[in-house]
């Protein structure tokens, strides 16, 4: 028999010097097998398959029959093909409304030049059609253009037209003019909805049946609404969606997109269902596999990062488990869409807001932690993806477009300011009515009501007492020029002091964004919702001025008289000076430290919303939008101004 173990006197010499040394020789072990475990993934990525899709371009292709299908020979795994031949779908979100026209060439040949070959981006209802019959695809807004120049570039396009987008957009992007009817149901068979939706396809999709790849363009795909799972409402509508793009000549392959949960609730037979994940699970495809056999799998959206909520943290993912996580995706042949590859900035009004138990309003800036900064900048998540994909591409991916370098320009101390109440005399005439309504129903903008910005209802009142009234989403309630307290979804009432004589009652209140997601959508009016009461008495004979703040508003603003910014000032106000950006201006981020809430705008352009809750602590300036030497920037502060503006090189969260 052998000896004993541990307890044996046969214990050789040899053995004793092996137990005494292995702390010292295990971590030099451990180290050896984490090496050797790295150099297998880097030869895994190496040897796994390479792809060439370079005769599989806009560019290359001229003559076509086939576009985007699928296939599945019942040996393989199903696949996709493009114009026959084998096509994985490596695609990045970029929205154009989003990013200044005059930087899409820029952020498109980024995309191409990180390996992708597929630009994604939603069309927003809301901005293009922002009064009903009025319709709106210019300068920023030129949906055509930015495809067509995709083409140009090299990359194929997929459209997600809506009518819901959802995209952290006001209303999830469907024009605010639906809520003026309240038996109008949103994203059901409504007739009144889906009269809305024909009228506007019959405008949108005539503009999209020649950028279609039968017609030579460059668009392979199309997504009928968006994330319809998550609502479910009425079981027709997206029947209805599908059957409407196919009457009017949309012959590409069309897709759904929904959560990998409500895949069952939201797919429509003979169309290729998709999710949107946030990260590569077990069961992440049950769903799909369960409306769907022998289709191969698309992510229409792959969660790179996530949006921000003002007074939340700001949200940061990781680079490697991205670039981990979408080799595996390559490995496994999955085509992929990134969403977002850049995000850009919701300019102006433009943000949606999320329901948490209350009104919760999206930031400005829209960066999402993306591929490429809010700014267009490389970061370290594009460098880890450009190098993957360069591993399993044949041909050598196009040069890297040189970086947009930012500037520093001096402090800008507003000179001049006009309190809010100077300024009425330069807005619209007022509406004049019996009871307060919302923006919605404002007889304004022909009969569309007011989409963004504030309302201000004023009412002469004789006497003090406890003040009732229902404000979306914020109010400022004021007696004459003085403020008195304020109002939102939680705080309903206030008491107002007593007075002698008469006095003006005065209430500011604002859109900080509609929802843009649940049911919650339906009722997003804004503005005064209802009766006021002063003890329970209604108020009567409401002066409603609408501050859209538009561009024309800012050129009849310049006629009025400024005066010199005084020490202090409390209360709403618009702040002027002067941002000088020398003879080439760049891209900057501007800081209004010590200021609180309010908007900004340069040479009339509405940057976006400013507060000091953060998370975001800067607004980004486009060089694009200033002009060489002086700029007039103005600020709408609502509260109280800080000492001056300051530029930074690069943004603060």
Not at 210 to 235: K, R, T
Not at 320 to 343: A, P, Q, T
Not at 467 to 491: K, Q, S
Not at 540 to 569: D, G, H, Q
């Amino acid at each position: 028999m052998g000896c004993q173990p541990l307890l044996s006197p046969c214990l050789s010499w040899k053995r004793i010097l092996g137990i005494f040394f292995l702390p010292f020789i295990l971590p030099n072990f451990a180290r050896r097998i984490k090496y050797e475990n790295n150099l297998l993934y880097a030869r895994a990525l190496q040897l796994q398959s390479r792809y060439n899709f370079s005769h599989l371009t806009p560019l290359q292709l001229k003559n076509r029959s086939v576009g985007l299908k699928t296939k599945s020979t019942g040996w393989t795994k199903p696949y996709f093909t493009l114009e026959g031949h084998k096509f994985l779908i490596f695609g990045g979100s970029i929205h154009y409304f989003r990013v200044p026209r005059e930087y899409w060439q820029d952020r498109l040949l980024k995309l191409k030049a990180c390996g992708f070959n597929t630009v994604t981006t939603y069309v927003p209802w809301n901005l293009h059609e922002p009064q009903r019959g009025k319709f709106d695809f210019s300068e920023n807004l030129d949906l055509e253009a930015f495809v067509l120049l995709a083409a140009e570039i090299g990359l194929w396009v997929i459209l997600r037209p809506g009518p819901y987008i959802c995209s952290e957009i006001d209303l999830g992007g469907l024009p605010s003019w639906l809520l003026q009817d309240p038996e109008l149901k949103l994203r059901t068979t409504s007739p009144g909805f889906l009269e809305a939706v024909d009228k506007y396809f019959d405008h949108l999709i005539p503009r999209v049946i020649p950028l279609q790849y039968s017609q030579g363009g460059p668009v392979i795909a199309l997504q009928v609404e968006n994330e319809y799972g998550a609502y479910a409402q009425d079981v027709k509508y997206m029947p209805y969606l599908h059957k409407t793009l196919l009457q009017r000549g949309i012959v590409e392959l069309l897709l759904t997109s929904d959560g990998e949960k409500e895949v069952l609730k939201g797919h429509i037979k003979g169309v290729l269902a998709t999710v949107n994940l946030k990260k590569l699970r077990k069961n992440a495809f049950s769903q799909l596999y369960e409306v769907q056999r022998g289709k191969p799998l698309l992510i229409m959206e792959f969660w790179v990062g996530w949006f921000d909520r003002w007074g939340e943290s700001h949200h940061i993912t990781n680079a490697d488990n991205l670039e981990y996580n979408v080799s595996k995706l390559i490995k496994h042949e999955i085509s992929f869409n990134l969403y977002m590859f850049h995000g850009g900035t919701n300019f102006g009004f433009m943000n949606g807001a999320s329901y948490m138990g209350r009104h919760v309003s999206v930031v400005t800036s829209y960066d999402y932690d993306a591929v490429l900064t809010e700014a267009g900048d490389y970061t370290e998540k594009y460098f880890k993806l450009r190098k993957l994909l360069e591993n399993v591409s044949v041909t050598p991916l196009p040069s890297l477009p040189k970086p947009t370098l930012p500037a520093v320009y001096p402090p800008v101390k507003p000179s001049l300011y006009l309190p809010l109440w100077d300024v009425l005399s330069y807005l619209n005439e007022p509406v004049k009515l019996n009871q307060p309504v919302n923006m919605e129903n404002l007889p304004i903008n022909n009969g569309s009501g007011q989409s963004y910005g504030f309302v201000l209802y004023e009412t002469r009142i004789c006497s003090g007492g406890f003040l009732w009234a229902h404000a979306h989403d914020i109010a400022e309630v004021f007696l004459n020029e003085t403020i008195i307290g304020f109002l939102n979804e939680a705080v309903r009432g206030l008491r107002i002091p007593q007075f002698r004589d008469c006095q003006l009652l005065r209430i500011l209140v604002e859109n900080q964004g509609r929802i843009n997601y649940s049911w919650k959508m339906q009722n997003e009016q804004k503005g005064l919702t209802g009766s006021v009461t002063i003890n329970n008495i209604t108020l009567e004979n409401f002066t409603i001025y609408s501050l859209e703040m538009k561009t024309s508003f800012f050129e009849r603003l310049r006629s009025a008289t400024w005066r010199p910014v005084p020490l202090r000032y409390l209360g709403p106000a618009f702040y002027r000076g002067t941002l000088k950006a020398g003879s080439s201006p760049k891209d900057t981020f501007l800081r209004l430290q010590n200021w609180h809430y309010g908007f900004v705008f340069i040479n009339g352009q509405n940057l976006g919303r400013y507060w000091n809750i953060g998370p975001q602590r800067t607004l980004y300036l486009p060089g694009t939008w200033l002009h060489p030497e002086d700029n007039e920037i103005i600020v709408f502060e609502k509260i109280m101004s800080g000492s001056d503006i300051q530029s930074t090189d690069k943004p603060m969260l």
